[in-house]
């Protein structure tokens, strides 16, 4: 099979690096994605679930086995958490914390399009300005429009009951925030473990957070804990220990 020259590298619009951040669970990494948006394959978010496999699998360096890998990984990305879906739009601000307080409020994504920034604002941990971008972004009808593409492609759109977080636990519904370099765990497998053993995951320093682990170089957030007074203050090891 002749295998397809690829086209010279280029600088990458701020979109492209958009599609980066929502599908880099698909199962392929940024170098993957250059090729694709060189290719021309990806102008839009939804184009991840439209990939042209048969020409996918003659450019150099794939073939029929890792074209049919990631055809799969794609398809399984389809079902994955709904919050995962809203970290990958983009919104600006609009980290994993931020995602899952936003799937938990509602049953389908498209009730978060009428949505306004007064009644996410409501939301714990979601101050003005976040909400007014979160508001921003679910009005705008370019992007109404993509999140009615993706559920026509088979994406999921619905908050289930597995991905609501675990009552009772060890943690005892306390809030807990990372900041730092962490070297016991990633962020991610922290934040889980919080969840996992009935905990909350706070999406920024307010006077509601319970506890801020610091890792190495914190910053800011510190500064802010310690000048409210009333967050617990502890290390990864004193986190540990609570598990």
């Known amino acids: 099979m ?4 690829l086209p010279r590298p280029s600088n990458r619009t701020r979109h492209s690096l958009r599609i980066e951040r929502c599908y880099g669970h698909c199962g392929f990494g940024a170098q993957h994605h250059r090729i694709f948006f060189e290719c021309g394959y990806l102008r839009g978010i939804e184009d ?8 996918i699998r003659t450019l150099k360096g794939w073939g029929d086995k890792s074209a049919d890998n990631l055809r799969d990984s794609v398809a399984a990305s389809k079902s994955q958490p709904l919050y995962r879906l809203i970290v990958g739009l983009g919104i600006r601000e609009v980290g994993v914390t931020t995602a899952k307080l936003l799937a938990s409020q509602v049953n389908d994504l498209e009730e978060l399009t009428v949505w306004t920034a007064e009644q996410f604002v409501e939301i714990r941990d979601i101050g003005k300005k976040m909400a007014m971008n979160i508001a921003a972004f679910f009005q705008n009808e370019h992007n109404r429009q993509l999140i009615h593409r993706l559920k026509a492609l088979g994406v ?7 991905e609501a977080p675990k009552t009772g636990g060890k943690l005892g519904g306390a809030s807990f925030l990372f900041t730092g370099s962490l070297q016991r765990f990633t962020r991610e497998k922290a934040e889980a473990l919080v969840e996992l053993h009935g905990g909350k995951l706070a999406s920024g320093v307010s006077a509601k957070l319970n506890y801020l682990v610091a890792g190495e170089k914190a910053g800011s957030k510190l500064k802010k804990a310690q000048a409210i007074g009333t967050i617990q203050i502890i290390s990864e090891d004193d986190f540990l220990a609570m598990l």
């Open 2 to 5: 002749q295998q397809r020259r």
């Open 48 to 55: 991840i679930y439209q990939l042209p496999y048969d020409e």
């Open 156 to 162: 999921n759109t619905v908050y289930t009951e597995a």
